[in-house]
């Protein structure tokens, strides 16, 4: 069969996407200061007179900012016919997948990055669990002056949804319109698949290296500690106390009713865990609140849906007065 899109596509393969693009900053201290202190990350690289970037942070020079388009300078419309043709031809979905860095010499505070972006390729078409569409891959090159200093892939999927029930707008507004609106789904992958079907019996797996002991969460193909690729599971007590929380209030998003808690909840065990904090008004939430696990049942018209959440025990602070 031929895909006539396709071969159109294929055509903008080794196409601008940006020229002579320009860092609104220089690489600076206090960037690398508060990247570090968001990640954790207390490598003495990054860190006193001979300090270097995170190399990670290679794409963070060339961001936009809030301010966004208008510090994008040369931009060129080749990306934005890309996406009007396969807007067009029903591709109006897109999901970034997944990106690869490649670093070629150390960043240090003073550097002033310049950039290009070009469309690497896009692949044939492909059928995917979301829909049908088109991989694109965009190669971003990072330049200080005249030298290549890193390169920055990205890689979306431009699809079709698989499963259309309205567009985005109409989806927003579901409830208006008095359609239930479905809560997403879950994402199983060989990684997690194990934490999930613990869910599904109610029992909250946490994995275990069996090399150095150290407890995980969330799943992980190998140790954080001690680089171990083998583990068990410990199912966790159900104990645990809201270790911190933000107050979802806008946007709205289809199946949730802001404002409402996400906590941050540290087991008993001492992992920590996303999740939702129920049996409390959101502005009763507290960080040290205790909490017990739960499984929740959200069925809908996709099917049933078993997701842990946490309780507030809020008799326990009560009574010590
Ligand atoms: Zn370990």
Redesign the pocket.
Do not use: E
């Given at each position: 069969m031929v895909d006539e899109l396709g071969a159109r596509l294929k055509t903008y393969e080794g196409r601008a996407a940006a020229v002579a693009g320009r860092g609104k900053d220089p690489v600076n201290e206090p960037m690398i200061r508060h990247w570090c202190e968001a990640m954790g990350d207390t490598n003495p690289a990054y860190a006193g007179p001979d300090a270097v970037a995170p190399p990670t942070m290679l794409q963070a020079w060339t961001m936009g900012g809030l301010s966004g388009y208008t510090g994008r300078t040369g931009r060129t419309g080749a990306y934005d016919e890309l996406f009007d043709l396969l807007d067009e031809a029903g591709c109006t979905s897109v999901v970034a997948t997944d990106c690869e860095q490649e670093y070629l010499r150390p960043l240090r505070p003073g550097d002033e990055v310049t950039f290009d972006a070009v469309i690497e390729s896009v692949s044939d078409r492909k059928t995917t669990k979301l829909g049908t569409g088109y991989f694109v891959t965009t190669r971003m090159d990072v330049r200080v002056g005249p030298d290549l200093v890193g390169t920055h892939r990205f890689r979306i999927l431009k699809y079709a949804p698989a499963h259309k029930k309205g567009n985005g707008k109409e989806r927003r507004e579901g409830k208006r319109e008095g359609v239930r609106a479905r809560r997403p789904r879950l994402v199983v992958n060989r990684d997690n698949a194990g934490f999930w079907e613990g869910v599904q019996r109610h029992q909250l797996l946490i994995q275990r290296?069996?090399?150095?002991?150290?407890l995980r969460h969330p799943w992980l193909p190998g140790?954080?500690?001690?680089?171990?690729p083998d583990w068990d599971t410990v199912e966790a007590s159900g104990e645990g106390t809201v270790y911190s929380y933000v107050v979802m209030h806008h946007p709205p998003f289809p199946a949730f009713d802001p404002p409402y808690a996400v906590g941050l909840i540290e087991l008993a065990e001492g992992v920590r865990i996303v999740s939702n904090v129920v049996g409390v008004p959101y502005d009763k939430v507290r960080m040290g609140l205790p909490v017990r696990l739960e499984f929740q049942r959200y069925d809908d018209e996709d099917g049933p849906l078993v997701l842990p959440v946490f309780r507030a025990q809020e008799d326990r602070e009560g009574g010590a007065g």
């Open positions: 290296c069996t090399d150095c002991g150290t140790c954080n500690a001690c680089g171990g």
